[in-house]
């Protein structure tokens, strides 16, 4: 980051929600130049849900890392309530989901969850209050003293969840969370999540393949499109807040999807997939 | 597999193996000088236990003192070896150099200058298990997935939590491989190094039994040896299941 950017408070102090400026992505192998991300330009507000949706290699990934502060942009700027990545992360402003539901084997479900709040050394009283709270939150009551060996993957995603519920966090940046998961159980984690978001009024940053868990969870669907990696078109998502699985229902739900199935279609030029 | 066939399969391999020992010194068919009876060697704890209650106590320690030295020696270099390139670059290459030389054929040495007392063997124990543990205590540190690294990158962990919590629990199994090969190794160390100068030790009772032919007491030094040794690797396992209750069958990655 330049010392001009730095310098600019207006630009810092303005959004609460995420801001993402003309953010570059080069990577440099020998002579070989890869642009992962060509100059993106992302408003969220604050309390809003977007997803990112797109080819391999669009960047959408690459996005969300910039993000969660493990890969510094080349270029641009990526802002999380005015904070850079690295100051969110040290805030504990955001927390990130992955798809492979990450947890630790050899800690028992309710540890697993009290993972960041012991990292940020929260006394152990207020570490268990807030790990059972969220176990709650995900449907998890009953299973504090698995070991995530004995969980299936759905319940161990919903641990991962719960794991990042309790550190509050404003954003919630999620990476596939659901992929790795059957079409009935994706669908069910969806709506449940919807309720979560309300419950905490979290931001949601959502990396997706599904076109129809994009429009389930959104307010606006990013769409991006690869080599070089950036974005083509963002379509809103007019449903509201307080969404039932009636929305799937609803014929603009229909007439969504095949706008985003075109708009995908588009982005990735006459390749097959 | 049922539990009874778990303990009765091998309590039945051990009598069959004792009932050919009893038969074929029975028969005369081997020197009694090479394998004496069964009898006869049991009849040496019969007659003097304490000669190899003590004994074995003796190398026991020297094994035990070793194995604790030299695991931790080797555990320690690891997590430093995998924390900071720059004293992997300056001290690996030492480390590997040093498993490279036969310290067996150094004891003399040793006890030149450390006496004929346990230190020789306790040091012969310790370097012998000590490379074994930084090999796989290196492996075991490094092998968390990058995803739990990312994880505990956006918790914004400090190195030393990672380390905590991450990078010594995901070592556990590595460590524990390395431990149940040094139990039995320590035990070969100590009484190897007994062999060069010792005035007690199961190694100086094989060597001073053996140069006077009585060789009931020198199969009854390697027997109580054995028991021994797989006694501390008994323990160890125990150790494994105590610490690790998540990993469903530690015995399965026996040696």
Known sequence: MSAALANQPPLRARADGISIRDVQMVYRRGVQTTTALAGCNLEIPAGSWVSLIGASGCGKSTLLRILSDIVQPTSGQALLGGLTPTEARAERRFALVSQHAVMLPWRKVLANVELGLEVARVPKAERRRRAEEAIEMVGLRGFERAYPSELSGGMRQRAAIARALTLKPAYLLMDEPFGALDELLRDRLNFELLRILEETKATLLLVTHSISEAIILSDKVVVMSPRPGRITQEIDIDFGHNRSPAIRDDPRFGRLESELRHALGHSMGDEHH | ?255
């Open chain 2, 1 to 255: 597999m049922s539990r009874a066939w778990r303990i009765g399969g091998p309590t039945g391999v051990l009598l069959s193996l004792l009932a050919l020992w009893a038969l074929v010194t029975g028969l005369g068919w081997v020197d009694p000088l090479v394998l004496p009876s069964p009898v006869a060697v049991f009849g040496v704890f019969w007659n003097q236990p304490w000669l190899m209650a003590t004994n074995a106590g003796i190398t026991a320690t020297e094994a035990i003192i070793g194995l604790i030295l030299g695991n931790a020696c080797g555990l320690l270099l690891a997590i430093i070896f995998v924390s900071s390139a720059s004293g992997r670059r300056a001290v690996l290459p030492l480390a590997m150099a040093a498993q490279a030389v036969p310290i067996v054929a150094v004891t003399p040495a040793l006890i030149i200058g450390f006496g004929d007392g346990m230190e020789p063997k306790i040091l012969v124990a310790t370097f012998l298990v000590f490379f074994p543990m930084l090999v796989n205590g290196m492996r075991g540190l490094r092998s968390a997935d990058a995803e739990v690294g990312e994880l505990m990158h956006s918790l914004d962990a400090s190195a030393w939590q990672r380390l905590w919590m991450v990078r010594l629990p995901a070592a556990l199994p590595f460590i524990f491989t390395a431990l149940k090969f040094s139990a039995c190794s320590s035990f070969v160390a100590a009484i190897v190094a007994e062999w060069v100068a010792a005035n007690k030790g199961l190694g100086y009772l094989i060597v001073f039994a053996g140069s006077q032919y009585r060789s009931d007491e020198v199969w009854a030094a390697v027997l109580i040896g054995t028991l021994s040794s797989m006694i501390l690797v008994g323990l160890v396992v125990l150790l494994e299941r105590r610490v690790m209750p998540w990993a469903n069958d530690p015995t399965e990655g026996l040696t």
